[in-house]
């Protein structure tokens, strides 16, 4: 008998360590369901980086499958936590590990997924199209692709499509690709600017794209849809029936309605470009003398002050941005709110001039190592568009590749590159997604804008 136990002993001792070798991953498999949800107060929310799931934008959480995350924790009356995933794997992996309670990203429906964990009813049905400008000359079915030229990165899924359908029309598709590197958001870019012709596009990216571009048709779809959704662990029932009721809720409220409007219907264009009145000699605009009283502040040329304000407002005090910037100078609510303005306050001109200097002050101090005035300029007039963490980012990758942390045009290089995966993904990298061409174009703005005022203004 002693025998048998020290036998039996022996063999749970060589279990248990085999259990618990070096370098073997166990998954923890501990989910909660509702009731620990509402117990914590914290929902955990997997998603990962994107222009429509979650972005940081001039220090502001933003995305659309984020803005809806929290409208659901605000019908739950708990807080939000958010875990950035770096890929799609890892998202599932760790909502079976239990490292987060719900999944808040496009997941495609396959029968591996379906396996692993629970679809909700917060559903999307999307296809591949085509993107092309408006003319009477448009593709109109996917036999007129025949005898067209179609850009598309080379390794894209754009392209295993492409050549699927040139087969199913019998030819004629003149496929053309451009290195992986380059963004479906550039190509589409090129395509509304009559640089291209055509490209493919996914409809969400398409629709996301035509708030700036509004003369892009992506009415042609050339693939079958594709279904995605949240998911949940297949151990969270109650969670699931919750959201599923959310869901059926949600479409009938405003608060919804705004938040795809504000992604996907709201146009960015004029923001983007925009117009604004034609000064005349010797005056820019009416608040002239605002600009030469606060710009002293910052020991910049005023009129360099006028151009930030053109920029941002077209000289419009009462403006306000897709993403919810205010007044002359495009103040955002949470940024005002942290330099004491008041909400009643950040229209009056000379309120918010005031503190968008006191602002523009604080992003000069973070840095202290460009000596040369006008790259620093640069710096703060792209940290004040996209926030300092987006430049903080760009700077630590120009370190990494070898090039000048303190060059604007060493930095814009890398700014441009956070909108790739493999670059807002890097270890560097704190601050995630950033849609870069709109700081770099925005200080290019400025900076002619402040050329053709010194000739204007003195």
């Known amino acids: 008998m002693q025998k048998h136990l020290s036998i039996i002993s022996i063999l749970l001792l060589v279990l248990l360590f085999s259990c618990n070798e070096p370098g073997r991953k166990e998954p923890i498999h501990f989910t ?73 990203y496009r997941i495609p429906y396959t029968h591996q997924y379906k396996s692993l964990v629970a679809y909700t009813e917060r559903e999307y049905i999307s296809n591949q199209v085509l993107v092309q400008c408006h003319s009477d000359s448009m593709c109109k079915t996917v036999l007129d692709l025949a005898g067209i030229d179609v850009t598309v990165p080379e390794h894209s899924i754009y392209t295993n499509r492409l050549i699927d359908l040139n087969d199913e029309i019998g030819g004629g598709i003149n496929i053309l690709t451009v290195p992986d590197s380059v963004k479906t958001d550039e190509l589409i870019a090129q395509v509304a600017h009559h640089q291209l012709s055509y490209t493919v596009s996914d409809d969400v990216t398409a629709r996301l794209n035509k708030t700036y571009f509004g003369n892009i048709d992506y009415s042609l779809a050339i693939s079958f849809p594709q279904r995605s959704a949240w998911v949940v662990s297949q151990n969270a029932p109650e969670l699931l029936h919750y959201i599923n009721e959310w869901v059926a809720e949600l479409n009938k409220k405003t608060s919804f309605q705004s938040i795809y409007y504000k992604y996907f219907e ?7 470009v925009g117009f604004a009145p034609i000064p005349v000699p010797g005056r820019i605009s009416s608040f002239d003398y605002l600009f030469k009283k606060e710009a002293e502040k910052l020991g910049w040329d005023w009129r360099l002050l006028a151009a930030v304000a053109y920029k ?19 103040l955002m609510p949470n940024t005002a709110a942290s330099l004491n303005l ?13 503190v968008a200097v006191d602002y523009l002050k604080s992003l000069e101090k973070l840095f202290p190592g460009i000596t040369d005035k006008e790259e620093r300029i640069k710096f703060v007039l792209a940290s004040y568009n996209a926030g300092p963490g987006h430049i903080f980012d760009a700077r630590a990758l120009a370190v990494k590749y070898q090039k000048d942390m303190n060059v604007w045009d060493d930095v814009k290089e890398f700014l441009l590159k956070k909108s790739e995966p493999a670059f807002y993904s890097d270890s560097v990298c704190k601050y995630g997604y950033c849609r870069g061409k709109e700081p770099v174009t925005y200080v290019d703005i400025i900076m002619d804008k402040y050329a053709d005022y010194k000739l204007w203004a003195k």
């Not at 605000?74 to 890892?90: F, R, V, W």
């Not at 941002?312 to 495009?330: D, H, I, R, T, Y």
């Open 32 to 104: 909660r369901d509702l009731p620990e949800i509402m117990a914590s107060d914290t929902l955990r929310v997997l998603t990962m980086y994107g222009p429509t799931s979650y972005f940081l934008y001039r220090d502001n959480e933003m995305g659309y499958e984020y803005e809806l995350a929290k409208n659901l924790c605000k019908e739950l009356s708990i807080n939000l936590q958010i875990i950035i995933a770096p890929d799609m794997p890892t998202l599932l992996d760790w909502l079976q590990e239990g490292k987060g309670d719900l999944v808040a």
């Open 312 to 330: 941002e407002s077209k000289f419009n005090p009462e403006a306000v941005s897709w993403a919810g910037a205010c007044g002359l100078m495009q």
């Open 266 to 272: 709201k146009s960015k264009y004029f923001e983007s």
């Open 342 to 354: 008041l909400a009643e306050e950040i229209f009056v001109p000379e309120k918010n001039v005031a």
